[in-house]
T-cell receptor, first 116, second 117 residues
Framework: GAVVSQHPSRVICKSGTSVKIECRSLDFQATTMFWYRQFPKQSLMLMAT?????????EQGVEKDKFLINHASLTLSTLTVTSAHPEDSSFYIC????????????FGPGTRLLVL | AQTVTQSQPEMSVQEAETVTLSCTYDTSESDYYLFWYKQPPSRQMILVIRQEAYKQQNATENRFSVNFQKAAKSFSLKISDSQLGDAAMYFCAYRSEDGGATNKLIFGTGTLLAVQP
């Protein structure tokens, strides 16, 4: 299957700082990328969907000013958690899919964020 | 709105035995995709198997197969000859196929599978 990388895998930061997470599709062009948040022993919660070159579409209840998403190229999307607080501590997962006709979403390995 | 239900929070199977994980979904659409993803302790989501709704034949991938009952809106996963490496959280997922490129996956709540040696 296709490969999606995510960096960093773990990050610890102080409250009030911003953290950027990168998501890359390594061997295919990702027309659409998705960002998820996952709490322990729970399912994935979709935060936003982004198409290359367009503004991201956020799910209800997700603060777009808090979680900035940029999908500048067909292989790279970034999620920036601005002014992070302890309640933002979580596991963040990106996922990518190719264009029409590409049915499968491939997932990155996730980023564990801990805000102190 | 579409929903996906996994009614078994946890399951256990003996090594080399067979186990079936249940998944039901609700939709009014006729064209869609169904997926099973596996999330081991590493938390990397891995695609296990995919089924197109327009195909009557059940998908199979080595030891993994599905029982897709479209009328009943059921999509169970059978794991044969279970191995220790199969221990993971398994998520059932639905995605509509109405021609939109941004159709999102709708996940069930997951089934945690333990494999006993």
């Amino acid at each position: 299957g296709a490969v999606v990388s995510q960096h960093p895998s773990r990050v610890i930061c102080k409250s009030g700082t911003s953290v950027k997470i990168e998501c890359r599709s390594l061997d295919f062009q990702a027309t659409t990328m998705f960002w998820y948040r996952q709490f322990p022993k729970q399912s994935l919660m979709l935060m936003a969907t982004s198409n290359e070159g367009s503004k991201a579409t956020y799910e209800q209840g997700v603060e777009k000013d808090k979680f900035l998403i940029n999908h500048a190229s067909l292989t790279l999307s970034t999620l920036t958690v601005t002014s992070a607080h302890p309640e933002d501590s979580s596991f963040y997962i990106c996922s990518a899919r190719g264009g029409l006709g590409q049915e499968t979403q491939y997932f990155g390995p996730g980023t564990r964020l801990l805000v102190l | 709105a579409q929903t996906v239900t996994q009614s078994q929070p946890e399951m256990s199977v003996q090594e080399a035995e067979t186990v079936t994980l249940s998944c039901t979904y609700d939709t009014s659409e006729s064209d869609y995709y169904l997926f099973w993803y596996k999330q081991p302790p590493s938390r990397q989501m891995i695609l296990v198997i995919r089924q197109e709704a327009y195909k009557q034949q059940n998908a199979t991938e080595n030891r993994f197969s599905v029982n897709f009952q479209k009328a009943a809106k059921s999509f169970s996963l059978k794991i044969s000859d279970s191995q220790l490496g199969d221990a993971a959280m398994y998520f059932c997922a639905y995605r509509s196929e109405d021609g939109g490129a941004t159709n999102k996956l709708i996940f069930g709540t997951g089934t945690l599978l333990a494999v006993q040696p």
